[in-house]
């Protein structure tokens, strides 16, 4: 097997547009995946012989369940249940299987409904932990987490509601160039500053709206991207890494930490040959926390490199390009494949308004399965423009 990744295209890059609630079950979501990735690359439905599934609320049924309903006959087959690491690491194994010749095209696909109520009872039956330490105190799901990590992430460094402010402003900014974005309103700072508290220090703006929705693409080899005529963009590197410093009494670092260096090994690129970077970002803090350990400033830096860079499609550091979840939405596991749709986006010029001038090469990040006081799942990804 190959230790990298040459030869690999990723093409098609699928969303189906968001709503905040939804009567409909994640099959009808993932089901809409399916019928536009064939609808745009013009594949018959036979001709998928890969597929990997992602979702929360898919259960019963699991991705073989889902063959069924959806009359698909894949000689490979993943289920990913990580989260917002679930992007990258359906792209990783993918790539792989097409590498092997176990599959010619792989359909990665990524959805969730929600109900009114599906968000809070998928939130108490999230783990064991869940059941067990979290839920029966009364501190349930993870803006209580989130919020016990940013304050540390504070005090630690001395980042400040300001420098998380910067982030989703930008990325509201970015948003309001993305279509499928559900939040269609300018945000300033003042407003992000003054929003109501939810788990201290965590206001409105720095936590993530739950919706259904869905995500998808492809992943194939280059020859047969070329035969089919689609544009896409290159898969240089990935890394993935589970349980990471499980020793760490506190999270300040995911798993990106120990494998950076393998990644950008793999792509022949360093961090600032990256002209975006598209991080998982259900909570600013998660943003800085991979800022670092993707190698883009220094650990406990990040406040000081939000502060002195612009963060828009037009800034001179553009993340989130399309919005991210923050101004987004989150639809469940499909949160985690936003950012990487969004890159094959702006490397093949589909981008629209928020195209990144001249961009050549991009980096996205993964996070995921936050489980009591830490996330456990962690990916990374660089593309290049073919």
């Known amino acids: 097997m190959r230790k990298n990744y040459e030869g690999v295209a990723v093409a098609v890059p699928v969303t189906v547009p968001y709503v905040r609630y939804s009567i409909r079950a994640a099959h009808w ?29 898919l259960a019963p049924d699991s991705a073989v369940g889902l063959t069924q309903h959806l009359g698909l006959s894949p000689r490979w ?17 993918a790539a ?15 959805g969730d409904t929600n109900h009114v109520d599906s968000f809070r009872l998928t939130l108490a039956n999230f783990s064991q932990f869940a059941r067990d330490a979290v839920y029966p105190y009364g501190a349930g799901g993870p803006n209580a987490s989130f919020a016990f990590l940013t304050a540390y992430y504070m005090r630690t460094y001395g980042a400040t509601r300001e420098d998380f402010g ?17 939040f269609k309103k300018p945000l300033t700072l003042e407003e992000y500053l003054v929003a ?19 995500e998808a693409f492809l992943v194939m080899t280059v020859e047969k991207a070329e035969s089919l005529n689609l544009k896409f963009a290159k898969l240089l590197g990935t890394i993935e890494r589970h349980n990471a410093f499980p ?31 598209q991080t998982y970002d259900d909570y600013p803090v998660i943003s800085l926390m ?52 969004e890159a094959i986006r702006q490397l093949t010029g589909q981008a629209g308004e928020r195209q990144v001038k001249d961009a050549r090469a991009g980096l ?14 962690s990916g990374a990804a660089i593309f290049a423009k073919l």
């Open 166 to 182: 910067k982030l989703c402003v930008a990325q509201r900014a970015n948003a309001l160039k993305f279509p499928h974005a559900l």
């Open 247 to 277: 020793t760490d009494p506190i999270q300040m670092r995911g798993g990106w930490a120990l494998d950076r260096d393998e990644l950008y090994a793999q792509a022949g690129l360093a961090p600032q040959d990256m002209d975006f970077l």
């Open 290 to 341: 991979q800022l670092e350990d993707l190698g883009f400033c220094a650990k406990g830096e990040a406040p000081d490199f939000i502060r002195s860079h612009t963060f828009t499609t037009d800034g001179d550091f553009p993340l989130n390009t399309s919005g991210g979840q923050l101004s987004v939405g989150q639809a469940g596991a499909a949160g985690g494949y936003l950012g990487l749709v």
């Open 364 to 377: 996205v990040s993964g996070f995921g399965m936050i489980n009591f006081d830490r996330g456990l799942s």
């Open 96 to 110: 792989r299987a097409v590498q092997a010749g176990d599959a010619e095209v792989v359909a990665c696909i990524a």
């Open 196 to 214: 109501r508290p939810i788990a201290d220090p965590l206001h409105l703006y720095d936590c993530v709206m739950p919706c259904a929705g869905a």
């Open 77 to 93: 087959l993943d289920h990913l249940p990580y989260g917002g690491a679930s992007g990258v690491v359906a792209l990783r194994r």
């Open 29 to 57: 979501w993932l089901a809409r995946a399916v019928s536009e990735l064939l609808k745009i690359s013009k594949l018959k439905k036979e001709q998928l012989d890969g597929l990997s599934v992602s979702s929360f609320t």
